[in-house]
């Protein structure tokens, strides 16, 4: 897996930031990932988290998880969903709602804004989705500061 991101790096242009950006996160991502699965076997959770929290407001690929685990697409959510009990975008939408919840509690950011530091794309769907998670909305969870 190192080898082909290294291959799509190399025939990627040289002065995309984007490319190299994402580039050098994954590749590094994905050598820390792997002398973390080899000492513990089990996949790189804290790596996959900082990459979720770091990448929040932008449309997250489980691809890009798979890459930093050093595994396929279907063998990354086969052990995601075994190791977990949840599949990889369950997981990534709980972990953006986790985030929200602490940007609410912790900030005076509208509404709106943390909606969007968090990926999504409107401040209702946002409401909807925190009140499913949590059963509050984000008024309600941020009366109890």
Do not use: K
């Not at 513990?40 to 959770?45: A, Q, S, W």
């Not at 396929?72 to 369950?90: K, V």
Request: aromatic letters at 4%.
């Amino acid at each position: 897996a190192q080898g082909q991101l290294l291959s799509w790096l190399a025939s990627s242009p040289i002065n995309d930031p984007v490319i190299a950006g994402q580039g050098a996160a994954l590749l590094l991502g994905s050598l820390a990932c792997s002398r973390q699965q080899a000492a513990t076997g089990g996949l790189p959770m804290a790596v996959l988290d900082r990459h979720i929290e770091q990448h929040a407001a932008h449309p997250l690929q489980v691809a890009d998880l798979a890459r930093l685990s050093g595994l396929s697409l279907a063998r990354f959510h086969a052990r995601f969903l075994a190791e977990t009990g949840h599949t990889p975008m369950e997981y990534i939408r709980r972990r953006r709602l986790q985030l929200a919840e602490q940007l609410l509690r912790s900030s005076d950011l509208a509404v709106g804004e943390i909606a969007a530091q968090v990926g999504y794309n409107s401040q209702s769907a946002f409401t909807a989705a925190l009140s499913r998670h949590l059963g509050m909305t984000p008024r309600q969870l941020r009366r109890m500061r």
